[in-house]
Nanobody, 121 residues
Framework: VQLQAFGGGLVQAGGSLRLSCAVS????????MGWFRQAPGKEREFVAA????????YYADSVKGRFTISRDNAKNTVYLQMNSLRPEDTAVYYC???????????????WGQGTQVTVSS
């Protein structure tokens, strides 16, 4: 599985951004697709995830109700729609994939390059 994330940028607090993750590979339906983020000096943390083939969607409490993870099967792309952004959402965001669901970044085998999201106050 290969992943490529893009769509980050600079936005004011209260604004929105949509991140995209282009996915290539076989049997994608068995994979968990996740978004993580890492702020300077902090550990990489879970943001959201779902199984490509369908099922439960998972969110970190800090983003629940503001962020939405989704996919476009035709484009093999996973999205992270981020609304009501806060300065504390500032981080490098990564998309990831693995056959196992976990909120720990150490579980995920496949990673895209990060994309910077900066939220100004």
């Amino acid at each position: 599985v290969q992943l490529q994330a893009f769509g980050g940028g600079l936005v004011q607090a209260g604004g929105s951004l949509r991140l995209s993750c282009a996915v290539s590979g076989r049997a994608l339906s068995i994979y968990i697709m996740g978004w993580f983020r890492q702020a300077p000096g902090k550990e990489r943390e879970f943001v959201a995830a779902f199984r490509w083939g369908g099922g439960t969607t998972y969110y970190a409490d800090s983003v629940k109700g503001r962020f939405t993870i989704s996919r476009d099967n035709a484009k093999n792309t996973v999205y992270l729609q981020m609304n009501s952004l806060r300065p504390e959402d500032t981080a490098v965001y990564y998309c990831a994939a693995d056959r196992t669901y976990s909120r720990s970044f150490t579980t995920y085998q496949y990673w895209g390059q990060g994309t910077q999201v900066t939220v100004s106050s």
